[in-house]
């Protein structure tokens, strides 16, 4: 089957910077979009970034300049760069992948890993 596994949370200082990292492994053929989801404490679930198979990009407006997402398609891994972070930007960030089946996508997910932003 395939593994998602995320790593790079932590805390960190309003004004900072942080770097999430995603690997997907197992059984895969071939991925579509990968993307950052984030949750905090009583809230919905949002799409922060997406990356499509061919590196096009698409964030949500409140990350927008100070997000970047990026990919590496012989890793299988896709990548978060946080700059200027907020207290607001404080979740449980988690990695979707979107592998292809012979009938389709399917997603999967990893656990999540935890941004704190302090003010």
């Known amino acids: 089957q395939v593994q998602v596994a995320e790593s790079g949370g932590g805390l960190v200082q309003a004004g900072g910077s942080l770097r999430l990292s995603c690997a997907a492994s197992?059984?895969?053929?071939?991925?579509?979009?990968m993307g950052w989801y984030r949750q905090a404490p009583g809230k919905q679930r949002e799409l922060v970034a997406v990356i499509t198979s061919g590196g096009s990009t698409n964030y949500a407006d409140s990350v927008k300049g100070r997000f970047t997402i990026s990919r590496d398609n012989a890793k299988n891994t896709v990548n978060l760069q946080m700059t200027t972070l907020k207290p607001e930007d404080t979740a449980v960030y988690s990695c979707n992948v979107r592998v292809l089946e012979p009938w389709g996508g399917m997603d999967y997910w990893g656990k999540g890993t935890l941004v704190t932003v302090s003010s």
């Open positions: 197992g059984r895969i053929f071939s991925i579509n979009d």
